[in-house]
């Protein structure tokens, strides 16, 4: 990897390994679905989530689909078009990134023993969104729902560049700004529709 590649993975790559195999403690063979394919955390979602052997389905805006299938999601849908809630497909494990859908809405699709992994948030409520999904997942029968913080590892560090080397996982990075043009990447990931991560040049 570059220095810019290497740079982009921790906090968001170990957010996705250790929310998918140890929050959803996903299992080969499972169907996972990724809420906001297409983010600083989802590209590496979709590529852990299929490393760890996982069927995996990627939601993202039309601008998206190709990144999401270049990364080996299974299928892409395109929510401008589609609505995962509604397509009638049922997974074992949603890794919700977007942060856009209530509790109600995801239950639908998810298996009786299904896992809700929160990760991402509205920025109008985005302790409300999180507090109301873990509560409504614990007063669920079977369906559950979690939210965690990750913390990064030497372990969870080492993981990663195995699989980096093994060609399994690869950084996204849609932009590149010098330090002196920090206020701008900040404005730009503000936006909300960065693709994969903006790195700063330092």
Known sequence: MSFEEAAALPIAAITALQGLRDKARLRSGQKVLVNG??????????QIAKALGADVTGVCSTRNVEIARSLGAD???DYTREDFTS???RYDIIFDVAGNR???DCKRVLEPDGILVVVGAPKSHPLRHVAGMV???RLSRGRTASF?????THADLDALRELVESGKVRSVIDRRYELDDIADAYRYLGDGHAQGKVVVTV
């Open 37 to 46: 394919a297409s983010g600083g955390v989802g590209t590496y979602a979709v």
């Open 75 to 77: 299928r892409v849908i």
């Open 87 to 89: 397509s009638g497909e």
């Open 102 to 104: 209530s509790w109600s």
């Open 135 to 137: 509560l409504a997942g």
């Open 148 to 152: 965690f913080v990750a913390k990064i």
